[in-house]
């Protein structure tokens, strides 16, 4: 939790890629929790892959300080302030490559595709309130570091390669999740997808900019919501049934019915479907597409969430209706063991009906820094 504060609160690059790199440090005995041999792999799968995309991080922040010693500010200190001032005489090799290896870098931490492969097997084998937190928080954490970068290429004033990337990166992390949840059959792993799923739509509002930008920004808060929420939900399902196998959970409504409706309730909610708050995020991304000339990447999009969605009512649906539980849940639910999920899809329902004063004008102040 320090490490993601930090991350956050800093305005250095340098200290800012230390504190991702604690968080990896840090979380990964979280992973390995159950010390089963499963946990290990994923714990070691964890540590190898973010590694890696760290490392190709470290030398994107290389880059920018090498095109900023270059620049006729005569140099930064890989302060925020200081690069965005540098940034209109960057060299401008140095400077895309920089932001290349730090979406990379930073997008494998965040779960973009291609080097997502970490996700489904960690969120599968660690305790649900880390997937939590994983979900929840530690994704937007990456997200925030690649918007680091992003920002120094928009004070050069050259971001159409920064923003096309982000769209690519983005689209691709849609169409592979949308097409594993349309074969997953593991619940906890389908939730990991999901977040590919909306990691990939953040970007993509992210690259296309303008009213996207506050679009993306209000989803990364709405995911977080929902998915942890869902994750809290997933630990109940396994604690009663014993398995994390879909088809082997049945009438979880009738057997767990506070478990029941918050896990319909929250999968309308990730889905984007009205009234909740993930809906109003994806719909301005989708117009923004339209109004800003892109209608084929806003058909597609439109098609990749529908896709995900489908998967996703594959899976649950059937969890939640079915017949006769089989096998007998083990245990019966708990009351506080639905609270942390209720609050949290009571905020995705109130970001879908209203958006605090002080939440929404501190959206658009970043989304005005982002170009939105």
């Known amino acids: 939790l320090s490490a993601m504060t930090l991350v956050a609160v800093t305005q250095h690059l340098a200290l800012m890629w230390a504190a991702v790199e604690g968080t990896t440090l840090a979380s990964a005995p979280l992973v390995y929790f159950y010390r089963r041999r499963g946990a290990l792999e994923a714990t070691w799968k964890y540590l190898l892959v973010c590694s890696v995309g760290i490392a190709l991080a470290l030398l994107g922040t290389f880059f920018l300080g090498i095109a900023a010693a270059g620049s006729s500010a005569g140099g930064s200190d890989l302060t925020l302030a200081g690069l965005r001032r540098a940034a209109p005489s960057m060299a401008r090799p140095w400077l895309k490559a920089a932001f290349v290896l730090a979406l990379v870098g930073y997008g494998t931490k965040m779960g973009l595709a291609p080097l997502h492969t970490w996700l489904p097997d960690t969120h599968s084998e660690a305790p649900s ?27 050069s004033g050259d971001s159409e390669f920064a923003r096309t990337l982000l769209v690519a990166l983005g689209m691709g992390s849609l169409l592979l999740a949308s097409a594993f949840m349309l074969s997953q059959r593991d619940y906890k792993r389908l939730f990991a997808y999901s977040s590919i799923e909306n990691m990939g739509i953040i970007a993509v509002g992210m690259g296309l900019g303008g009213a996207a930008s506050y679009g993306a920004l ?3 808060v709405n995911h977080s919501f929902c998915k942890a929420g869902l994750f809290f939900l997933a630990g109940n399902v396994l604690r009663s049934f014993g398995t994390t196998v879909a088809k082997e959970v049945r009438g979880i409504l009738g057997r767990l019915p506070g478990t029941g409706v918050l896990l319909l309730a929250l999968f309308l909610a990730i889905g984007g479907t009205p009234p909740f708050g ?5 719909l301005l991304i989708f117009q923004s597409a339209l109004g800003g000339g892109h209608a084929w990447l806003g058909i597609v999009f439109l098609s990749l969430l ?36 209720l609050a949290l899809a009571s905020g995705a329902l109130v970001l879908g009906l209203y958006i605090p004063s002080f939440l929404a004008d501190a959206l658009q102040r970043a989304a005005g820094v982002l170009g939105g």
């Open 129 to 155: 309130p880390v997937s939590a937190l994983l979900s929840g928080a530690l994704l937007n954490c990456a997200f925030l570091a690649i918007l680091r970068f992003y920002q120094v290429c928009l004070a």
């Open 218 to 220: 209000l989803h990364a």
């Open 278 to 282: 993930p809906f109003w995020s994806e």
């Open 306 to 341: 529908a896709l995900a969605f489908l998967g996703m009512a594959s899976v649950l649906l059937p969890m939640l209706s079915g017949g006769p539980a089989t096998p007998e849940p083990r245990s019966a639910e708990r009351g506080l063991s639905i609270l942390p999920p």
